[in-house]
């Protein structure tokens, strides 16, 4: 084992010794001549003493720390990585639940391997690789899952083309192994289908899971607005628990597609369902004042620390007008999954979209990504989700 070496600068050491694992540009003195994007890379001290071997990577983020411990990362470090993971996810009893064959397996740093995401869709493995690193990895990465899960697995994906720099010129997803046996898995007992090839993320919003029982459990009796509803899935659950009106509202009309397919594998909801394709803003504009519950899921506005304010603004416009629409007694289920806002600043932005909509808000419920989304407690940006229930007089 003899990895290229990087040298810290006096003191940077701090925040690896406290096991986060991101090493930024500005921490690096020197470095060991020839790296490339992708390698691996033992990090040092000033004092030279070992901190980790990571990935290099060109940019602010320039080593992503897999190991703090000095060993080859060869087979058996992945097996080992992934069967801790299993076991999580495994003690959290979602690796042999009937009403439930959908989980995360890997979640990056939350399971101490930064820019790796592995989906687990009822016996399809669905890798996202988000660096040049992790993703010269991916075979390696299959063999251990095939290792690891044994005959509960039938396909492992490589769907890292969307995740990694345009220049690497990785322009196709592929089959690493094996194929699926089906493309329908259940959640709580709900039917979906996943589009891993061709949809975003892995093909499901599966941090999502323990959000959509919750509404499904305020759902009963209720007219219910489901906006940005990617694939239907807070749609499904609150027509399985008893909601009499969905309306799910996206702008992509093959999202749209999606949920009408979902909601069709579910038997009984006939008649219920209305499916509108509109800018969500807009739409929100234009609704009555008889919906008893909306949901507000929107996809990040805020991908880096410039656009934050911009996103703030985006996210109190649209609380407001959900507010002002809602019907009294309503139930407002709203979200973020932006990481540059964090819960405070959240929590602040609702409450200014509450002091502008002029109704009177209570929060009933703080929300945040499920379990098997692991925060690790050294690396606070696994946290990601967040989300409040609130009730509307």
């Known amino acids: 084992m003899n990895y290229p070496k990087i040298t810290l600068q006096k003191g940077k050491e701090v925040s690896l010794l406290r096991k986060h694992h991101w090493v930024f540009s500005g921490a690096i003195a020197k470095s060991e001549p020839g790296i490339e994007n992708g390698d691996l890379v033992s990090v040092f001290s000033s004092k030279n003493d070992f901190l980790g071997i990571g990935h290099f990577s060109q940019g602010s983020i320039m080593v992503r720390i897999i190991s703090f411990e000095e060993r080859p990362i060869d087979a058996s470090f992945w097996a080992e990585r992934i069967s801790s993971a299993y076991s999580l996810r495994e003690a959290l009893g979602l690796t042999n639940n009937p009403e439930t064959n959908v989980f995360r397996l890997i979640h990056g740093e939350g399971d101490l391997l930064p820019g790796l995401i592995v989906d687990y869709y009822h016996g399809t493995a669905v890798i996202q690789a988000h660096h040049v690193g992790m993703h010269r990895h991916v075979r390696e990465i299959s063999q251990a899952l095939q290792e690891v899960l044994g005959d509960k697995l039938q396909g492992v994906y490589d769907k890292s083309a969307e995740t990694l720099p345009k220049n690497l010129e990785i322009s196709s997803n592929e089959w690493i192994w094996g194929k699926p046996q089906t493309d329908l898995v259940q959640e709580y007992g709900a039917t979906y289908k996943i589009d891993w090839e061709k949809g975003q993320k892995t093909g499901f919003f599966i941090d999502q899971r323990e959000n959509r029982k919750l509404v499904s459990t305020y759902s009963k009796g209720k007219k219910v607005l489901n906006t940005f509803c990617y694939s239907g899935g807070f749609s499904v659950l609150a027509l399985q628990e008893g909601a009499t009106e969905v309306h799910s509202v996206d702008i992509s009309a093959k999202a749209i597609e999606l949920t009408e397919e979902n909601v069709a594998l579910n038997a009984g909801f006939s008649g219920k369902h209305l499916s509108i394709t509109a800018d969500v803003v807009k739409y929100i504009r234009e609704i009555g004042d008889d919906f008893d519950l909306i949901i507000l899921d929107p996809p990040a506005f805020a991908k880096n620390i410039k656009a934050r304010h911009n996103a703030v603004q985006a996210y109190k416009r649209l609380n407001a007008e959900a507010l002002r629409k809602i019907k009294p007694g309503g139930i407002l289920f709203t979200f973020?999954?932006?990481?540059?806002?964090?819960?405070?600043?959240?929590?602040?932005?609702?409450?200014?979209?509450?002091?502008?909509?002029?109704?009177?808000?209570?929060?009933?419920?703080?929300?945040?990504?499920?379990?098997?989304?692991?925060?690790?407690?050294?690396?606070?940006e696994t946290e990601y989700l967040k989300g409040l229930v609130l009730f509307v007089e």
């Open 336 to 380: 973020s999954c932006s990481q540059v806002v964090d819960k405070s600043l959240f929590a602040h932005t609702i409450t200014a979209a509450a002091m502008e909509s002029k109704r009177k808000v209570k929060i009933l419920h703080q929300l945040s990504q499920p379990a098997d989304h692991p925060v690790n407690v050294f690396h606070p």
